[in-house]
């Protein structure tokens, strides 16, 4: 009778050992997400008020928003920079 008991006991402890590492993997996964929507955020939050400010007139095309979502702030201040310079947007 112990046998028959370890022998289920064992796949239930599988999928609970396996169970909590998918949850601290997604937990890891999800707490980067949001650092990284937070940076996005703040990032188009710069170029937009640089460009009101500054009156920059910056496009707001789809490779300024792509710069700003990967880089956030450094890529807002990148786009600003290349502006200023007039080497592209």
Do not use: Q, R, S
Not at 6 to 25: C, R
Not at 59 to 84: K, N, P, Q
């Amino acid at each position: 009778m112990l046998n028959l008991v370890t022998m289920t006991a064992i796949p239930e402890l599988l999928v609970l050992v396996l169970a909590i590492f998918a949850a601290v993997i997604l937990y890891k996964i999800l707490k980067t997400v949001k650092k990284m929507l937070i940076n996005t955020i703040i990032g188009l939050v710069v170029l937009v008020l640089a460009n009101v400010v500054l009156e920059l007139e910056i496009d707001y095309d789809w490779v300024v928003i792509l710069i700003c979502a990967v880089a956030g702030t450094v890529g807002a201040i990148f786009v600003i920079a290349l502006h200023c310079l007039g080497i592209a947007f």
